[in-house]
T-cell receptor, first 112, second 110 residues
Framework: DAGVTQSPTHLIKTRGQHVTLRCSPI?????VSWYQQVLGQGPQFIFQ???????GRGNFPDRFSARQFPNYSSELNVNALLLGDSALYLC???????????FGPGTRLTVT | RKEVEQDPGPFNVPEGATVAFNCTYS??????FFWYRQDCRKEPKLLMS???SGNEDGRFTAQLNRASQYISLLIRDSKLSDSATYLC???????????FGTGTSLTVIP
């Protein structure tokens, strides 16, 4: 079975631009979470979605938004990019009734 | 105060050694705890969940101490392939937020 997939793998954007990152969970998983990981730090929680509804939100500005689709895939949107948004963005999925999360390979975003 | 605190290391140990990592958490209401392993420039991979009674998987043992609010990971008979960063994870309020430590770097030396 395929694991969590994310696209694109790498992305280079300019300050002020907007970016959309995509994630497909493991088949059968209904929960998707997004994390930001900067070099030398652990992943920081951004959002969790379950059954298309936001169930958790981390301490990130309103420039960050997300949504989940009927097929449980998800998008993370970041507006008005800042240099500090450069990071690895990770998506994780989990099965109903379980808190064990399985991560995708991530999207490496560079803002110049 | 950070939700999760972890000694970043690095830990450099010889093959065959036993090494232990601790991780403290601040929210006494936390219910779920995990250890993840992350290789350089890769995604975190679930190593094991941490249960109240402690759990063991081969050379790996995880323990939870609720009174002192810490979790630990013990690796016995270290292998070169154990070299990685080990991340502890604790769930936050409502159970829908997860807090990662900064990770502890382990290098196993031949």
């Amino acid at each position: 079975d395929a694991g969590v997939t994310q696209s694109p793998t790498h992305l280079i954007k300019t300050r002020g631009q907007h970016v959309t990152l995509r994630c497909s969970p493991i088949s059968g998983h209904k929960s998707v979470s997004w994390y930001q990981q900067v070099l030398g730090q652990g992943p920081q929680f951004i959002f969790q979605y379950y059954e298309k509804e936001e169930r958790g939100r981390g301490n990130f500005p309103d420039r960050f938004s997300a949504r989940q689709f009927p097929n449980y895939s998800s998008e993370l949107n970041v507006n008005a990019l800042l240099l500090g948004d450069s990071a690895l963005y990770l998506c994780a999925s989990s099965n109903s009734g379980s808190l064990e999360q399985y991560f995708g390979p991530g999207t490496r975003l560079t803002v110049t | 105060r950070k939700e999760v605190e972890q000694d970043p290391g690095p830990f450099n140990v010889p093959e065959g050694a036993t090494v232990a990592f601790n991780c403290t958490y601040s929210n006494s209401a936390s219910q779920s705890f995990f250890w993840y392993r992350q290789d350089c420039r890769k995604e975190p991979k679930l190593l094991m969940s941490v249960y109240s009674s402690g759990n063991e998987d081969g050379r790996f043992t995880a323990q939870l101490n609720r009174a002192s609010q810490y979790i630990s990971l013990l690796i016995r008979d270290s292998k070169l392939s154990d070299s990685a960063t080990y991340l502890c994870v604790v769930n936050g309020r409502g159970g829908n937020q997860f807090y990662f430590g900064t990770g502890t770097s382990l290098t196993v030396i031949p």
